[in-house]
């Protein structure tokens, strides 16, 4: 052979135990943990389809829908984005993208790939938008469909969207959000809202491995997607298919790709700790462990980023980096002595902010003080460095 086998394969797989506070991915529950070890099954065994149906009955409890295209996609929660602009939108249709943040930045270069005509509304980072911004751009633009991001989790901005849906189809535009961050940390009523299309992730609050996410289309855009003048330019992303290999539409399934039945079990196991909490207890509860590191950060004597107190996200704390000091001293402490994960920032944020995710299995008082302890001793660290530069 002209390449020999590599050395680094000869030693053992080693994999440390590591508390996940930053934005994801949190750290999985036991449970899901355990369904991740069961056998492999193949993509069309009726055991794994099954599991499929069980998943899509979790996916429409935690979004509140009873939409008929609800499944989720072979990839992260970056993809739920792809795929939902990638079925809604063709060549020359107008868009509206509501940027406060790397997600909306995100979107917008999406859209411009598939060919539409994007109009930016904007605001700046730490701040959400007021209904009445959303109406006026929608009035004026006359968009297909409006993008919202309702966690933002490179600022930790949570968008509220109660009456967004009214505006939406009084104009007669799809209402698309993204929840990757906030699902399960602050409500959301898909079918009450007038949402046409919603994805999250499932590494955040749900507590499964990341590669797998939950997706759901109303029926106004699943109409859109089967009435489309063109093909959806990725396959992979085609709901017309996929939603058959998913039996969303009552036909027999047809393979579309093989999906991970190993992240099915974990995705399956994530949704039923949800439904068996109580999707509004779980909710209350990260509330309540936000508030609690909320108010230990300001005890520490640090500002929090996001300065609205109805505009922070629950699951995503953003705090100001101090003026004179490495807030790498802090991350990097935080994991060398700790194996403590807290982010520093991402788009908009970086070098201004820490992150620290509250999320799933890991929103307890417990966590939530251990890592006020371990970020106060990072800072003070930091302090003492920074005083004899």
Sequence with gaps: MDIQPPEVLKSPLVVPAKTLMGPGPSNCP?????????????????ECT????????????????????TLAVSASGHAGMEAVLCNLIEPEDKVLIAVNGIWGERANIMASRYGAKVVRLETAPGTNFE???FEDAISKHRPVLLF???????????????????????????????????????PF??????????????????????????????????????????????????????????????????????????????????????????????????????????????AIGVELFVSKESARLPTVTTIKVPENIDWTLITAYAMKHYFLEISGGLG???NKVFRIGIMGYNATNDNVDFVLRVFEEGLDLAKNKSSKL
């Design 148 to 186: 919202v991001t309702q966690g933002e989790s490179s600022t930790g901005v949570y968008q509220p969207l109660e009456g967004l849906g009214l505006i939406c189809e009084k104009y007669d535009c799809l209402l698309v959000v993204d929840t990757v961050a906030s699902l399960g940390g602050v």
């Design 189 to 298: 009523y898909a079918d009450r809202w007038g949402v046409d299309a919603v994805y999250t992730g499932s590494q955040k609050v749900i507590g499964a491995p990341p590669g797998i996410t939950p997706i759901s289309f109303s029926a106004k855009a699943q109409k859109r997607i089967f009435n489309r003048k063109t093909p959806v330019k990725v396959y992979y992303w085609d709901m017309t298919i996929l939603g058959d290999y998913w039996a969303c539409f009552g036909n027999p399934r047809v393979y579309h790709h093989t999906v991970s039945s190993t992240l099915l079990y974990g995705l399956r196991e994530g949704l039923a700790m949800v439904a068996q909490e109580g999707i509004e207890n779980v909710i209350n509860r990260h509330k309540q462990c936000a508030l609690r590191l909320h108010d230990g950060l300001k």
């Design 50 to 69: 099954k599991i499929m149906d069980d998943i899509k009955e979790g996916i429409r409890y935690v979004f509140q829908t009873k939409n008929e295209l």
């Design 131 to 133: 209904l009445c911004q």
């Design 30 to 46: 036991p449970r899901v943990l355990q369904s991740l070890s069961l056998p492999v099954l193949g993509h069309l065994h009726p």
């Design 348 to 350: 908009p944020t970086v």
